[in-house]
């Protein structure tokens, strides 16, 4: 298995030689890759067609080097692994909403990822050691990293999702949602650049709902050490076919257009809040 690590390496991270902004940004759901030795094996269909992937949200976030912070992502699928759960499998929600657990066993869909039987329990636990340990592990490292550099920290996590949802609302979701559980992961400071840029964009946004931020929004935050979390969502069809899943680059030059101004907006932020 640890080889086939080294071949499909758990994450890549990108920016950390040339660091400007006191910024990680994360995207533990953009992976699409599945280990040989997987077992039990999940169906063909879902490996060819992952659709619960956070599509290409590590290409729209790729300008993050040159402009420099710090971008870590996924090559693992969340159907291997879901990065973003908690540990010991407790939900993040408990509105009534179907939810993906750390080893998801049916899409957002409700299908089943597996032929037969589910992943055993030593199965879970080795998929744990094996990446989801790792991926938590780098991010952690890597804003204790930044903050010892800069005396604050940002993660900012980026992620994606199909405009509708129905096993999570009947009603469509917006343009982009702003989660840190009703701005507890972060400071007012940090909360008010991004509304105003939201405010400012001309996209539909909503404030922490119906998202309030993942695992790693949740529990990467330490306040009193100026290490602090925001999500941003992002309703995939900004930027891609969500039928056919083709990347629709005009499109998506507008949003990523947007996602740089944000960024810069938070750094700068957050240079700020350091000078004072």
Same mark, same amino acid.
């Given at each position: 298995?640890?080889?086939?690590?080294?071949?499909?390496?758990?994450?890549?991270?990108?920016?950390?030689?040339?660091?400007?902004?006191?910024?990680?940004?994360?995207?533990?759901?953009?992976?699409?890759?599945?280990?040989?030795?997987?077992?039990?094996?999940?169906?063909?269909?879902?490996?060819?067609?992952?659709?619960?992937?956070?599509?290409?949200?590590?290409?729209?976030?790729?300008?993050?080097?040159?402009?420099?912070?710090?971008?870590v992502y996924s090559n693992i699928s969340r159907y291997v692994i879901d990065l973003n =759960?908690?540990?010991?499998?407790?939900?993040?929600?408990?509105?009534? =909403?179907?939810?993906?657990?750390?080893?998801?066993?049916?899409?957002?869909? &409700?299908?089943?990822?597996?032929?037969?039987?589910?992943?055993?329990?030593?199965?879970?636990?080795?998929?744990?050691?094996?990446?989801?340990?790792?991926?938590?592990?780098?991010?952690?490292?890597?804003?204790?990293?930044?903050?010892?550099?800069?005396?604050?920290?940002?993660?900012?996590?980026?992620?994606?999702?199909?405009?509708?949802?129905?096993?999570?609302?009947?009603?469509?979701?917006?343009?982009?949602?702003?989660?840190?559980? &009703?701005?507890?992961?972060?400071?007012?400071?940090?909360?008010?650049?991004?509304?105003?840029?939201?405010?400012?964009?001309?996209?539909?946004?909503?404030?922490?709902?119906?998202?309030?931020?993942?695992?790693l929004t949740r529990t990467m935050a330490e306040l009193d050490s100026h290490i602090y979390?925001?999500?941003?969502?992002?309703?995939?069809?900004?930027?891609?076919?969500?039928?056919?899943?083709?990347?629709?680059?005009?499109?998506?030059?507008?949003?990523?257009?947007?996602?740089?101004?944000?960024?810069?907006?938070?750094?700068?932020?957050?240079?700020?809040?350091? =000078?004072?």
């Open positions: 298995m640890l080889s086939d690590i080294k071949k499909i390496s758990v994450y890549s991270v990108k920016g950390k030689d040339s660091i400007k902004y006191p910024i990680l940004v994360s995207s533990p759901h953009s992976g699409r890759e599945f280990p040989k030795d997987l077992s039990p094996v999940v169906k063909q269909k879902f490996k060819n067609l992952p659709e619960d992937t956070d599509w290409y949200v590590d290409d729209l976030y790729d300008f993050s080097q040159e402009m420099g912070f710090v971008h =759960r908690d540990v010991n499998g407790l939900g993040l929600y408990s509105d009534g =909403r179907q939810e993906t657990g750390l080893v998801p066993l049916r899409s957002f869909s &409700g299908e089943n990822l597996y032929e037969s039987e589910p992943p055993s329990s030593q199965e879970i636990k080795k998929r744990i050691e094996e990446y989801y340990l790792p991926y938590h592990n780098m991010v952690k490292n890597t804003l204790f990293e930044i903050k010892n550099q800069f005396g604050v920290a940002l993660l900012f996590e980026a992620h994606s999702i199909k405009r509708n949802v129905k096993t999570i609302r009947e009603q469509s979701f917006p343009d982009f949602i702003l989660g840190n559980q &009703g701005g507890k992961t972060c400071p007012k400071a940090i909360t008010g650049v991004l509304e105003e840029q939201l405010r400012a964009s001309g996209y539909e946004w909503s404030d922490n709902d119906p998202f309030r931020g993942g695992f979390t925001v999500q941003l969502e992002m309703s995939q069809d900004l930027y891609m076919n969500e039928v056919d899943y083709n990347y629709l680059p005009e499109k998506a030059e507008q949003v990523q257009k947007f996602l740089k101004s944000i960024l810069q907006a938070l750094g700068n932020e957050l240079l700020k809040m350091v =000078r004072k």
